[in-house]
């Protein structure tokens, strides 16, 4: 689906499990609705003005301080992109790497970056979200893709698409881009079904 801004998308991609299709299904951390598969397109990443109706925005600086802020040096997640441990022990910033390799080669299909560690993450307890993604450049725009393993909409995937949102702005402000783009793809999006109660409660 597709959504001009997070503030304006965030509802219509809410609105996907009143209609009846997501699967009802029990989980380890509890009962969820879940859609297999979810794709959206961000058409203006920055926008960082959060959704009106969301009820979690400590969790949009908790989620941003992990990557800009003064979480960073114990976020997991800065560590897979931004300092990632290479074969001799040194870190690499995955996506100054990638953001660079756009800078050389506006054309290239390969600034891939990677956050999952199958050594550590398969059959983790919390393994990270966000397995990977890429750059591109397309026409104008700098276009982030991002795949997500998991993302519970209700609670996480705000926080999640404003920040990487601000690293899809920040790349193509670096880059000369006209503008910045993001699409992202979770492979389980869900909301559990208390906060679907909360949902439906709040919708009548």
Same mark, same amino acid.
């Given at each position: 689906?597709?959504?001009?801004?997070?503030?304006?998308?965030?509802? %219509?991609?809410?609105?996907?499990?009143?209609?009846?299709?997501?699967?009802?299904? #029990? #989980?380890?951390?509890?009962?969820?609705?879940?859609?297999?598969?979810? #794709?959206?397109?961000?058409?203006?990443?920055?926008?960082?003005?959060?959704?009106?109706?969301?009820?979690?925005?400590?969790?949009?600086?908790?989620?941003?301080?992990?990557?800009?802020?003064?979480?960073?040096?114990?976020?997991?997640?800065?560590?897979?992109?931004?300092?990632?441990?290479?074969?001799? %022990?040194?870190?690499?910033?995955?996506?100054?790497?990638? #953001?660079?390799?756009?800078?050389? %080669?506006?054309?290239?299909?390969?600034?891939?970056?990677?956050?999952?560690?199958?050594?550590?993450?398969?059959?983790?307890?919390?393994?990270?979200?966000?397995?990977?993604?890429?750059?591109?450049?397309?026409?104008?725009?700098?276009?982030?893709?991002?795949?997500?393993?998991?993302?519970?909409?209700?609670?996480?995937?705000?926080?999640?698409?404003?920040?990487?949102?601000?690293?899809?702005?920040?790349?193509?402000?670096?880059?000369?881009?006209?503008?910045?783009?993001?699409?992202?793809?979770?492979?389980?999006?869900?909301?559990?079904?208390?906060?679907?109660?909360?949902?439906?409660?709040?919708?009548?």
């Amino acid at each position: 689906m597709e959504m001009a801004t997070v503030a304006a998308g965030w509802a %219509d991609v809410l609105s996907i499990f009143a209609r009846g299709g997501p699967a009802r299904v #029990t #989980t380890r951390h509890g009962i969820c609705f879940d859609i297999p598969g979810l #794709t959206v397109r961000l058409r203006n990443a920055a926008d960082l003005t959060p959704p009106s109706g969301y009820l979690y925005p400590e969790l949009i600086k908790d989620y941003r301080d992990r990557i800009f802020g003064d979480q960073r040096e114990s976020s997991l997640l800065y560590q897979r992109l931004r300092g990632w441990i290479g074969p001799d %022990d040194s870190p690499i910033d995955q996506f100054a790497h990638a #953001t660079e390799l756009l800078r050389q %080669d506006a054309h290239s299909r390969s600034a891939v970056f990677s956050m999952w560690r199958p050594e550590e993450d398969l059959g983790g307890r919390f393994p990270v979200s966000p397995v990977g993604g890429a750059l591109r450049i397309v026409g104008d725009d700098l276009v982030l893709f991002l795949t997500a393993r998991s993302v519970d909409v209700w609670i996480g995937f705000v926080p999640e698409m404003l920040t990487f949102a601000q690293l899809a702005a920040d790349a193509a402000l670096a880059l000369g881009a006209k503008g910045a783009k993001v699409c992202y793809h979770a492979w389980s999006a869900h909301i559990y079904e208390v906060d679907y109660l909360t949902y439906l409660a709040g919708a009548s």
